[in-house]
T-cell receptor, first 115, second 113 residues
Framework: DAGVIQSPRHEVTEMGQEVTLRCKPISGHNSLFWYRQTMMRGLELLIYFNNNVPIDDSGMPEDRFSAKMPNASFSTLKIQPSEPRDSAVYFC?????????????FGQGTRLTVV | QQQVKQSPQSLIVQKGGISIINCAYENTAFDYFPWYQQFPGKGPALLIAIRPDVSEKKEGRFTISFNKSAKQFSLHIMDSQPGDSATYFCAASDQTGANNLFFGTGTRLTVIP
């Protein structure tokens, strides 16, 4: 398997624009996580899906952020409108989602810069 | 609110030395404590993990020490090498509910030759 695939790797956008980040989890994994990484706050969990259903979105910072998982092989994280403080590296991760804690596999991340 | 507190923020160690990174947690429901290693431009990757039924787990030069009563755990890297230079994250989760991983803020380790 190619692992968790995220696109784009880098995104530079102007404040106020809509940004969509994409993630393809590992085939067979049924839990998917979106994280945001900054120097100040480290890795923050934004939202978590299990079997394509959002389970916990308490980490989504504002209504400007939304996430979807229309099927088992694709998820998006959208920011509308984007702001400079949204600049960060966004990671997607997937696990098998079984009852036992299992390894989370991370994508390479999307570095977002909002100017 | 940070569920897992990690220190130090950065660490510089001579080649061959021991690197020690510490983490503490409050939620007694946590029962899985992994450490992730992240190289620049890459996503974090699982390095080693421990469950609270043991006090220590060793894999090669990497050891996790776990103190359940103190709610603390640490990563020890023996004979540190320049190739170990990376950011290390401790994490914790529990089996109930969401299986979320709560990460510490990370430690940037630099091993100098």
């Amino acid at each position: 398997d190619a692992g968790v695939i995220q696109s784009p790797r880098h995104e530079v956008t102007e404040m106020g624009q809509e940004v969509t980040l994409r993630c393809k989890p590992i085939s067979g994994h049924n839990s998917l996580f979106w994280y945001r990484q900054t120097m100040m706050r480290g890795l923050e969990l934004l939202i978590y899906f299990n079997n394509n259903v959002p389970i916990d979105d308490s980490g989504m910072p504002e209504d400007r952020f939304s996430a979807k998982m229309p099927n088992a092989s694709f998820s998006t994280l959208k920011i509308q409108p984007s702001e400079p403080r949204d600049s960060a590296v966004y990671f997607c991760a997937s696990t098998t989602g079984t009852a036992m804690n299992t390894e989370a596999f991370f994508g390479q991340g999307t570095r977002l810069t909002v100017v | 609110q940070q569920q897992v507190k990690q220190s130090p923020q950065s660490l510089i160690v001579q080649k061959g030395g021991i690197s020690i990174i510490n983490c503490a947690y409050e939620n007694t429901a946590f029962d899985y404590f992994p450490w992730y290693q992240q190289f620049p431009g890459k996503g974090p990757a699982l390095l080693i993990a421990i469950r609270p039924d043991v006090s220590e787990k060793k894999e090669g030069r990497f050891t996790i020490s776990f103190n359940k009563s103190a709610k603390q755990f640490s990563l020890h890297i023996m004979d540190s090498q320049p190739g170990d230079s990376a950011t290390y994250f401790c994490a914790a989760s529990d089996q109930t509910g969401a299986n979320n991983l709560f990460f510490g803020t990370g430690t940037r380790l630099t091993v100098i030759p």
